[in-house]
């Protein structure tokens, strides 16, 4: 069965570095998705992207964040200057159309900022 | 604030007992709803959804509740085994929105 793919697993980094997550979508869906979670909190949205463009984002998704599709496969989120409140588990997810709720997601990459 | 939430954040049930799982949500306007499970260590899994034009949905040992008279939701799951242990979450779907989750409630499988 296809799945969501997201490198690394974990992430650990000092606060004010930037960070890469990768993932890579369902090769043949066309929406791409970032979401977090705080541990014991609930997934919150970050951003949607299409078509090269990102769709819709959350007020979490400032000017420190940016989304990246640099080749038919990979999907990136970019932190440009992590803070301590940015650590939290990242998920990807893709869909085959917009308008669902079924998203497929990764298994995440947990990203701790010291 | 939030337009979606749940009632309660632990369940345990005794394996081969049913589990109802409830959610609230607050948005009239919200037309599509979702139930994920999300296994320790992984990311959330669909499992069933509903659209605002019906009122329950079956699926494989799991049943989906609308009522939108109280703006309330259900997950039921029947014959509930270990597996089943997860922490489940309600998210709402209007149109084109992203999905919004609910804050998760946790089922404990007693053996």
């Known amino acids: 069965e296809p799945e969501v793919t997201q490198t690394p697993s974990h992430q650990v980094t000092q606060m004010g570095q930037e960070v890469i997550l990768r993932c890579v979508p369902i090769s043949n869906h066309l929406y791409f998705y970032w979401y977090r979670q705080i541990l014991g909190q609930k997934v919150e949205f970050l951003v949607s992207?299409?078509?090269?463009?990102?769709?819709?984002k959350s007020e979490i998704f400032d000017d420190q964040f940016s989304v990246e599709r640099p080749d038919g496969s990979n999907f990136t989120l970019k932190i440009r200057s992590t803070k301590l409140e940015d650590s939290a588990m990242y998920f990807c997810?893709?869909?085959?159309?917009?308008?669902?709720?079924?998203?497929?997601f990764g298994s995440g990459t947990q990203l701790s900022v010291l | 604030g939030e337009s979606v939430g749940l009632h309660l954040p632990t369940l345990s049930v005794q394996e081969g007992d049913n589990s109802i799982i409830n959610c609230a949500y607050s948005n009239s306007a919200s037309d599509y709803f979702i139930w994920y499970k999300q296994e320790s260590g992984k990311g959330p899994q669909f499992i069933i959804d509903i659209r605002s034009n019906m009122d329950k949905r079956q699926g494989q040992r799991v049943t989906v509740l609308l009522n939108k008279t109280v703006k309330h939701l259900s997950l039921q799951i029947a014959a509930t085994q270990p597996g089943d242990s997860a922490v489940y979450f309600c998210a709402e779907n209007s149109g084109n929105t992203p999905l919004v989750f609910g804050k998760g409630t946790r089922l404990s499988v007693i053996a």
């Open positions: 997810a893709s869909s085959e159309a917009l308008a669902t709720g079924k998203l497929f």
């Open positions: 992207f299409y078509n090269n463009e990102i769709s819709e």
